[in-house]
């Protein structure tokens, strides 16, 4: 009989070898300062682009 499994050309990524306790631990709390400064840079961002878009529309 055949293989009883599916063979891809992709195989799945599993180079991170960290235990699922290193996973879930807590993020240190530097980087997650930077990623909450990110965010809000990337919220402003966009709120300026509709700001200019409602501009433009307001003009028209």
Known sequence: ???SYVHTAY???TKDKRSLAAL???IDPLALQK???QQR????VRRECEARQE???AEN
């Open 1 to 3: 009989m055949g293989a």
């Open 11 to 13: 195989p799945r990524q």
């Open 24 to 26: 879930a631990s807590p």
């Open 35 to 37: 990623l909450k400064a």
């Open 41 to 44: 840079h990337a919220v402003d």
């Open 55 to 57: 501009a433009r529309r």
